[in-house]
């Protein structure tokens, strides 16, 4: 796929996306902003640069799918679905987390445009990643055994969490999905290290990369800049190598900043599940 230069315009609507993750907990009371804020670059790359999909036709068959494991980082979709043009609207950010809003506190598929799946239960969007990408490559051998279109030839991209990986069900889903070499499969890992109850490390410890090398999976591994922020270009390197990776599942194992570039909240555990409060927002939006 052939793309163009990153623009000031793209980080604008990078910078425009951590506000919106901001302000839309802010004005509810509650809800997961320090994940959307330092997400934006990487939801924002992959709708942008690589996901083939067609927001006026959302059920277009040849789109790929996007499952964002980690739902409760559900504005990381929202906001995506927003700049993209598949009918949510800044008032529906602004009923985030309300009800009957198109905006609720996860993902729900058949309720907002766009949603491939309802994300609720950390580690099961993970696996209803592997079902869609063991039906998707069904669906080539059944529709088209010769290879003559690439109608059939979508990828399934996910995003996750460490609560994600912390699950039995995405292991399970995960070894079936390298034992069955789903090279349509590319999943992106939040490695952050922080949850609700603060440093993952008081449970999870385990070299996530070599578990799912051990799987059979494509591993990549993508540091953080300097300053903490997403290395953007490093990420769509990578995206790029997942792309080429046919004969079995990617993972791209990316390390981030929570709230990145909050002044007080980034890497704290209150930023996982609780607004910044007013006065850090405008310091966080002077910095941006």
């Not at 996860?106 to 309720?111: A, R, W």
Request: aromatic share 6%.
């Amino acid at each position: 796929m052939e793309r163009t230069t990153w623009s000031s315009q793209d980080d604008s609507a990078v910078t425009i996306a951590r506000a919106l993750a901001m302000d839309s907990v802010q004005k509810v009371g509650n809800g997961h902003p320090g994940t959307a804020m330092s997400l934006a670059p990487v939801a924002y790359t992959l709708f942008q640069r690589f996901l083939k999909h067609d927001p006026n036709d959302s059920a277009w068959l040849g789109r790929d799918r996007f499952v964002l494991s980690c739902g409760h980082s559900s504005l990381t979709l929202y906001i995506q679905l927003f700049l993209s043009g598949y009918g949510l609207s800044l008032d529906d950010l602004k009923s985030f987390r309300t009800h009957n809003s198109l905006t609720p506190g996860h993902p729900e598929y058949g309720h907002t445009n766009g949603v491939e799946t309802t994300t609720g239960p950390l580690g099961a969007g993970v696996s209803n990643a592997v079902g869609m990408a063991m039906a998707a490559r069904f669906e080539k051998g059944l529709l088209d055994p010769s290879g003559t279109t690439t109608l059939f030839d979508h990828n399934v991209w996910v995003i996750c969490s460490d609560g994600d990986l912390e699950e039995g069900i995405s292991g399970e889903a995960s070894s079936l999905a390298g034992t069955q070499a789903l090279g349509n499969l590319k999943m992106i890992y939040d490695d952050n290290r922080i949850s609700i109850e603060g440093d993952t490390h008081v449970a999870f410890t385990e070299d996530v990369a070599a578990r799912y090398v051990a799987y059979g999976w494509h591993v990549i591994t993508v540091a953080t800049l300097a300053d903490g922020n997403i290395d953007r270009e490093g990420l769509e390197r990578a995206m790029i190598e997942a792309e080429n990776t046919q004969d079995r599942p990617t993972l791209i194992r990316m390390h981030s900043t929570i709230a990145w570039p909050a002044p007080n909240a980034k890497g704290t555990e209150e930023s996982h599940g609780s607004a910044l409060g007013a006065d850090e927002i405008a310091a966080t939006k002077v910095l941006l």
